[in-house]
């Protein structure tokens, strides 16, 4: 017997014969290979078997007691629309093949039975059958896979909605299509698109969870069918409001396990009804779309971040934005009163220099003294909060707490005077002019308010206070090359650095005095820097 098994896996196979002995040697010939055969003598009992197993091909006699071979298979096509069949036949004739193929058959196979020949019409036909099954399947995959592109190149939810809309509409045919999405602000479902609703009634409609229909879908999480024939069986009768609808369906939409919206089909056609098949359409379709959705969300955190992160890197160490970026807190919203330490520099007699220099000149040694500086604070760990003219503010100690600030921004302002000097002599080089110039620096170190100030056109995210007030202060009355520091900066360091003391004074704007304290700085080339 020739086997050719090879080319297919296993199936289900009915054989219905009223002959003996043909039924025996067809279920012999298939069994050898390779496929399990159940047998029936009787088209009745064929149906029947129909109804409780499932089948992928029948091999029926055209002469069976009752009903004949091709009412036969007609009636287990009802409880299995996807089975194939092989019409057993004495000699036939073009009337009968017609007839059966036009009944579905996929092939006919004379009497009496040649084993080999059976086992070949029946491989054939199954590797037919599963070429037909894989074309089917491809044929729904294929729009569906179109439509997973269409909503996965959508830019917005806006698009992702008229999106779903489509294609449900596309798939299912209905006429009436509203999907809602929980609306975090006022705690309910709200229509964020519709067709066959007008806008001014969708802009109306606003539902709690568990109201309604559509509120008990979100809710529970569950998709609900109701057709006019049996929807008085459901406990939603009473819920539906209009007359005219036929049928309706309320399925949620679900991302990651919580529903974020719900979308209602309706019907006015009494010839329809819903089925589970619809739910299925429904599932695959909303699934496409939340994943869409889920993307488009991500998408949008990812540009924020990145809007986040450049904004933050313009102020603090890219270390320090990372730091902030991981945090729960909204860096829009940050604002408080905290423990700062301020830090003021001011180039010395740079209105000289803007007098006898051209421009561009002067913003090409700007951005080089502010290049410097931003790198140092950054490499301490400290804030810029921002540049005014020929002066630079920094801060140290928030947003990022430093457990030694005023040592950190002590430190940071050396480092500053000694790059300065050698930028200075660079630019000596080209202009003597610059050889007037020098740094000035001030701080001073108390609780001020750090946060987003301005106005809903423009933030400035900055420190104010009376200590920000005096490190300017200080900055303006410090010699070239001479950091100058409040007590409290001093007492914050203790030892650490070589301090002189000052004669208290009473600073411009100020009423007290402030107690004073310069870093006594080695001299270098006749400066104090």
Known sequence: MNDTTHDISARKIVVVDAERLSLDMSRAALEQSGHHVTCAYTGEEAVELAATMHFELAVISVVLPGINGIETFVS??????????????????????????????????????NPDNLVKVVNETLVFVRSREENTRLKTLAPLYRLGEKFLSATSAEQIYNALLEAVSR????????LMMFDEASGRLKIVASRGMSKELAETISIKPGEQIAGWVYEKGK???????????????????????????????VSRDRVIGVINISQMDSNIEYSQSDIEMLSVITGQAVMALENVASMAERENAIRVRAMLEQYVAPEVAELLMASKHNLMDVGGVQEITV???????????????????????????????SNVVFSWKGTLDKFMGDAVLAIFGAPITLEKASYAG????????????????????????????????????GEMFLGNVGSSRRLDYTVIGTDVNIAQRLAADA???????????????GEDFPFRKEKARVLRGLEKEVELYSLALPERNGQGL
């Not at 194939?84 to 196979?109: C, H, K, R, W, Y």
């Not at 630019?427 to 001073?444: A, E, H, K, R, Y």
């Not at 010699?479 to 360091?493: C, E, F, N, P, R």
């Open 410 to 445: 002590v430190s940071a302002a050396c480092q500053i005077l000694h790059e300065f000097e050698i930028l200075q002599k660079r630019w000596m080089l080209t202009s003597v002019l610059f050889q007037d110039i020098g740094l000035g620096i001030g701080m001073s170190k």
């Open 343 to 373: 830090l003021f520099a001011d180039i010395r007699n740079f209105t000289h220099l803007v007098q006898h220099l051209p421009p561009e000149k002067l913003r090409i040694f700007l951005n080089a003294f502010f290049d410097i500086f």
């Open 171 to 178: 798939e299912i045919h209905v006429p009436s299509i509203s």
């Open 479 to 493: 010699k070239s090359g001479q950091i100058l520091v409040t007590g409290t900066v001093h007492a914050d360091i």
């Open 223 to 253: 998709p609900v069918i109701l057709n006019k024939l049996t929807q008085h069986y459901s406990p939603f009768s009473r819920l539906l409001t209009r007359d005219a609808i036929a049928a309706s369906i309320s399925f949620p939409l």
């Open 76 to 113: 287990m096509r009802m409880k299995a629309p996807s089975l194939a069949g092989i019409l057993l036949s004495t000699p036939t004739d073009s009337t009968l093949i017609v007839e059966a193929m036009n009944q579905g058959f996929d092939g006919v196979i004379e009497k009496p039975l």
